[in-house]
């Protein structure tokens, strides 16, 4: 059987689609960077999607095409490549559309790119003079790493750049593992992607407090004042804790959720299908509870990571994770370590090889069952009965690493007919070196020598609603305090409820000081005992914007991040917040702004929301070496969207497996009765 329009390309299709490239392009290099499923139009797919719950596929009804999405390199004869992009028809093995992408931008940089970074550094003459400044201390080995080179400062051209971040790693401890951030050494070499050649060497300043935007006081011995900090166990100096005992996830009977059809995953009453793309990693589409529709496609968009450290050069600090080199090419094989428990569902994905082979990423996506405390609950002080339901949830997760540091994504639904999409930040700080005995004004001293910079984590969650339909509008509602007074609230404690229509495309901001709540509604679909539209809601983030002055490169390129909410009408292909080529970009273009700027009528029409928040993160001594998650959710929740509670019916059994301890010794809960 032919896949489901929205199944990844499987290895065969990459390959087709690959052949379709070099065959279009004769007696030239073709370097690939990526060859992924290009989502069918959304008119075709909803055509397709409605067959399909209504029960009518068979074996021989049209789908949509099976379109591969190829971003590839064309090298001239002067050695210069030339970006594109081509659409194949991979059932046809035709290429339907070509693009070459000019200036001003640039392709997503590949892990090829960014090896080639470290290997240059090696290879230069340049590099090797900047170490001899110093006195590297014997046993020690230096570590380049590679980043997106930011923003363009107004005297580079546009070439494409990357800059390599310079530490030490002590080897004699032998260990791979390491943290080789503990030595930081303030040299930022800059690579012409073009030339393949160390252009610069940046001596970033090392001063603190007093000292000037430029100050360096370099010393040959420029570690000495740094300080050994490991995380993993085997370097700990006094291992791990030893008074914990095992707590495990048991799940005798298997799981409650089944996945069938390679990407559709049905639990309870909740239905939907799990995607991957290089860009946004793990993808939800077509979204149902109890047989409604609630979600078309939901996708984490963006994130952008500007630090605050005015010093060139690093003021152009300023990441797109998503953007730059794709948050799915970053996943994590998560059948290591513990990232998931209980009995667990691995989803593989497919990258693509410089050459334009298909590779396997092996459990990029978990999807598991966890816990997630009380779901509901009362007691009937008079009978001394209480009934209690555990909130259980379903967890689709993915884990990127960016160099330094470690971001989880997880979208959870629950029982209640709610989702919430969780982000985590964890992972090592990205910190400069700081000469000894200084304290800065750009961020917090972490461990002797070390300054890790303050900087922002701005996400953006993508969410193309479908509540009892395809066509929605979204309503503000607020809750404003009202004067005393003697006609309608005369003892004062009275407050309206406003409802107010977005009619055309725009941002809004949080306002918890009137419970700003986001409402994607159905007007034609009515909540037969409230009356009121069926909707689902949520609560944007009341987390900081963007810091950056507006008229600041940091600001021009990253606008999705000036607020907290956007609201569009759908576009094919309108994915990204941040426009579509965020890598040493100058501006925002294509991004959630430009569509704003169209003036859409938003209102019974196919609108996207996009939610952003973050964390303003000053460094605290406690994130070192290794920072504790900071978590944030957005929780969707359905408003008047059914007509009771909706987690009602969950079972309120009690756990067999919970034993009550009481003077060290364990007793089974049910000795105690019920309560």
Request: aromatic residues 8%.
């Amino acid at each position: 059987m032919a896949p489901h329009p929205l199944a990844i390309l499987s290895e065969e299709e990459i390959d087709v689609a690959r052949g379709v490239v070099i065959a279009s392009h004769p007696e030239t290099v073709i370097i690939f960077r990526e060859i992924y499923l290009l989502e069918p139009p959304k008119a075709q797919l909803l055509e397709f999607l409605a067959l399909e719950h209504a029960g009518q596929l068979t074996p021989t009804t049209p789908r949509p095409p099976r379109m591969a999405l190829c971003q590839y390199d064309v090298v001239g004869s002067d050695q210069t490549p030339s970006y594109r992009e081509s659409a194949v028809d991979v059932g046809s093995r035709k290429q339907v559309k070509h693009q070459v992408i000019g200036e001003p931008h640039h392709a997503p940089h590949t892990l090829d790119e960014l090896n080639a970074v470290v290997d240059r550094c090696f290879e230069s003459s340049l590099f090797k003079e900047a170490l001899s400044e110093f006195d590297i201390p014997e046993g020690f080995e230096v570590v380049v790493e590679p980043w997106p080179y930011g923003g363009s400062d107004d005297a580079d051209d546009n070439r494409r750049f990357f800059q390599g971040l310079c530490f030490a790693r002590d080897r004699t401890k032998n260990n791979d593992d390491a943290n080789f951030y503990s030595y930081p050494l303030p040299l930022i070499f800059v690579l012409d992607n073009r030339t393949q050649q160390i252009v610069r060497v940046d001596r970033p300043a090392t001063g603190g407090k007093g000292d000037g935007l430029r100050d360096q006081t370099f010393k040959r011995d420029i570690i000495g004042h740094c300080n050994s900090s490991d995380y993993v166990p085997e370097l700990l100096p006094g291992g791990t804790r030893k008074d914990l005992k095992p707590l495990n996830l048991v799940q005798p009977e298997g799981p409650s959720f089944r996945v069938t059809d390679e990407s559709l995953v049905e639990w309870q009453k909740w239905r939907f299908r799990v995607g991957f793309n290089p860009r946004e990693g793990a993808t939800i589409h077509d979204v149902w509870y109890d047989g409604r529709s609630i979600m078309y496609r939901l996708a984490i968009s963006e994130m952008t990571v500007p630090y605050a450290d005015p010093r060139p050069p690093f003021h152009r600090k300023q990441a797109f994770d998503f953007g730059d080199g794709g948050g799915g090419n970053e996943a994590n094989d998560l059948g290591v370590g513990c990232d998931c428990l209980g009995v667990i569902k691995y989803f593989d994905a497919i990258l693509t090889q410089s050459d334009g082979s298909a590779t396997k990423l092996p459990n990029a996506i978990c999807l598991h069952e966890q816990d997630g405390g009380i779901g509901w609950r009362h007691s009937n002080w008079r009978t001394e009965r209480a009934v209690v339901t555990r909130n259980r949830e379903l967890v689709v997760q993915f884990i990127i690493t960016m160099a330094n540091y470690e971001y989880v994504f997880a979208y959870k639904f629950d029982q209640a007919g709610g989702i919430t999409v969780e982000t985590r930040a964890t992972g090592i700080l990205n910190v400069v070196n700081i000469d000894a005995g200084k304290t800065s004004d750009y961020g917090n001293v972490v461990s002797g020598g070390v300054l890790a910079q303050n900087h922002q984590h701005i996400f953006c969650v993508r969410m193309d609603p479908a509540v009892d339909g395809p066509d929605n509008s979204v309503v503000i509602e607020e809750s404003h305090p009202v004067p005393m007074n003697d006609v309608t609230n005369p003892n004062g404690n009275f407050y309206k409820v406003t409802s107010q229509p977005i009619e055309q495309a725009s941002w809004l901001d949080a306002a918890p000081d009137l419970n700003r709540t986001v409402k994607i509604v159905n007007p034609h679909c009515k909540n037969p005992i409230s009356g009121n539209p069926v909707a689902y809601k949520f609560t944007p983030l009341a987390t900081q914007r963007l810091l950056a002055d507006a008229n600041s490169t940091q600001a021009k390129r990253a606008q999705f991040a000036q607020h907290h909410v956007w609201v569009t009408k759908y576009r094919d292909g309108e994915l990204y917040a941040g426009g579509r080529y965020t890598l040493q970009s100058q501006r925002e273009v294509d991004g959630v702004s430009d569509a704003v700027r169209r003036g859409d009528s938003v209102s019974d029409t196919d609108v996207v929301v996009w939610s952003c928040f973050g964390v303003t993160h000053n460094p605290r001594v406690e994130d070192w070496p290794v920072m504790p998650v900071e978590t944030f959710q957005l929780m969707i929740r359905p408003s008047d969207f059914f007509t009771a509670n909706p987690a009602l019916d969950v079972p309120s059994d009690k756990n067999g497996a919970s034993v009550v301890v009481e003077g060290g010794c364990c007793r089974d809960a049910h000795a105690l009765g019920d309560r």
